[in-house]
Protein backbone atom coordinates (compact mmCIF):
# COMPACT_ATOMS: atom_id res chain seq x y z
CA UNK A 1 0.00 0.00 0.00
CA UNK A 2 0.88 3.31 -0.94
CA UNK A 3 0.94 6.67 1.36
CA UNK A 4 -1.79 7.86 -1.14
CA UNK A 5 -3.32 4.45 -0.80
CA UNK A 6 -3.25 4.83 2.89
CA UNK A 7 -4.47 8.59 2.97
CA UNK A 8 -7.67 7.51 0.76
CA UNK A 9 -8.75 4.72 3.11
CA UNK A 10 -8.60 6.84 6.22
CA UNK A 11 -10.38 10.02 4.38
CA UNK A 12 -12.80 7.17 3.31
CA UNK A 13 -12.90 5.97 6.64
CA UNK A 14 -13.43 9.43 8.24
CA UNK A 15 -16.52 10.58 6.41
CA UNK A 16 -18.37 7.90 8.00
CA UNK A 17 -17.02 8.79 11.24
CA UNK A 18 -16.42 12.48 11.31
CA UNK A 19 -18.98 13.16 8.09
CA UNK A 20 -17.36 16.53 6.47
CA UNK A 21 -14.18 16.16 7.71
CA UNK A 22 -12.11 17.38 4.86
CA UNK A 23 -8.38 15.71 5.02
CA UNK A 24 -6.84 18.61 2.73
CA UNK A 25 -7.86 21.17 6.21
CA UNK A 26 -5.63 18.55 8.25
CA UNK A 27 -2.33 19.28 9.60
CA UNK A 28 -0.72 15.73 9.55
CA UNK A 29 1.16 16.13 12.21
CA UNK A 30 -1.16 17.53 14.23
CA UNK A 31 -3.35 15.08 16.57
CA UNK A 32 -6.89 13.98 14.90
CA UNK A 33 -8.48 14.91 18.19
CA UNK A 34 -7.85 18.13 17.57
CA UNK A 35 -7.83 18.60 13.51
CA UNK A 36 -11.36 17.14 13.37
CA UNK A 37 -13.04 17.26 17.51
CA UNK A 38 -12.79 13.51 17.75
CA UNK A 39 -12.51 11.37 20.56
CA UNK A 40 -11.12 8.10 21.85
CA UNK A 41 -13.98 6.39 20.99
CA UNK A 42 -13.84 8.13 17.22
CA UNK A 43 -10.10 6.75 16.98
CA UNK A 44 -11.32 3.33 17.90
CA UNK A 45 -14.02 3.47 15.35
CA UNK A 46 -11.18 4.62 13.04
CA UNK A 47 -9.06 1.83 13.37
CA UNK A 48 -12.06 -0.54 13.21
CA UNK A 49 -13.18 1.02 9.87
CA UNK A 50 -9.58 0.43 8.67
CA UNK A 51 -9.53 -2.96 9.54
CA UNK A 52 -12.70 -3.52 7.72
CA UNK A 53 -11.79 -1.79 4.13
CA UNK A 54 -8.01 -3.99 4.73
CA UNK A 55 -8.14 -7.12 6.37
CA UNK A 56 -5.55 -6.14 7.76
CA UNK A 57 -5.27 -7.38 11.54
CA UNK A 58 -5.38 -3.70 13.47
CA UNK A 59 -5.12 -4.15 17.38
CA UNK A 60 -6.93 -1.80 19.94
CA UNK A 61 -3.97 -1.67 21.49
CA UNK A 62 -2.47 0.41 18.34
CA UNK A 63 -4.94 2.50 18.21
CA UNK A 64 -2.37 5.65 19.55
CA UNK A 65 -0.49 5.12 16.25
CA UNK A 66 -3.07 7.04 14.74
CA UNK A 67 -3.25 9.78 16.60
CA UNK A 68 -2.29 12.02 13.52
CA UNK A 69 -2.79 11.75 9.69
CA UNK A 70 1.02 11.55 9.19
CA UNK A 71 0.94 8.74 11.80
CA UNK A 72 -2.03 6.84 10.23
CA UNK A 73 -0.72 6.63 7.42
CA UNK A 74 3.06 5.73 7.87
CA UNK A 75 0.98 2.85 10.62
CA UNK A 76 -0.86 1.73 7.63
CA UNK A 77 1.97 1.56 5.02
CA UNK A 78 3.91 -0.58 7.40
CA UNK A 79 1.03 -2.87 8.40
CA UNK A 80 0.55 -3.71 4.77
CA UNK A 81 4.31 -4.22 4.18
Known amino acids: MTPADARSLIGQALARIAPGSDLDDVDPDEPLTDELDLDSMDLLA ?10 LELPESDAGQLRTLAG ?5 VAKSG
Do not use: N, P, Q
Not at 46 to 55: F, I, K, V
Not at 72 to 76: C, H, K, V, W
Open 72 to 76: AIDYL
Open 46 to 55: LLTALHESTG
